[in-house]
């Protein structure tokens, strides 16, 4: 099992940058297929994106696609979302997430089995 804790999220105006980063506890870090998902009040969870144990292998949803980057330092047990050009409709808890299956079925199943307890982006007009 893998402790994850984020960080980085706040309030920012249309058109602005934030990044997200996760720690992972442990020492198999560079084991797990890593992601991130959110999901905005009174709609459902978004698998926005992942990445593969060696960082290789990078998926991303439509709706972030050119403006969001993830990326991850097994060195130093952490994933990023360096999310750019934000827009209010990228307002949600953002969740890391982290699972021990390869990246190709990791992104086939949308799904990833251990969580962080999220951090809030809110995107101002």
């Known amino acids: 099992q893998v402790e994850l804790v984020e960080s980085g999220g706040g309030l920012v105006q249309a058109g602005g940058s934030l990044r997200l980063s996760c720690a992972a506890s442990?020492?198999?870090?560079?084991?797990?297929?890593m992601g991130w998902f959110r999901q905005a009040p009174g709609k459902e969870r978004e698998f926005v994106a992942a990445?593969?144990?060696?960082?290789?292998?990078?998926y991303y949803a439509d709706s972030v696609k050119g403006r969001f980057t993830i990326s991850r330092d097994n060195a130093k047990n952490t994933v990023y979302l360096q999310m750019n050009s934000l827009k209010p409709e990228d307002t949600a808890v953002y969740y890391c997430?982290?699972?021990?299956?390869?990246?190709?079925?990791?992104?086939?199943?949308?799904?990833?089995?251990?969580w962080g307890q999220g951090t809030q982006v809110a995107v101002s007009s």
């Open positions: 997430a982290a699972d021990g299956r390869e990246f190709r079925r990791v992104v086939a199943a949308r799904s990833m089995g251990s």
């Open positions: 442990g020492r198999t870090f560079s084991t797990y297929t």
């Open positions: 990445i593969s144990r060696g960082g290789g292998g990078i």
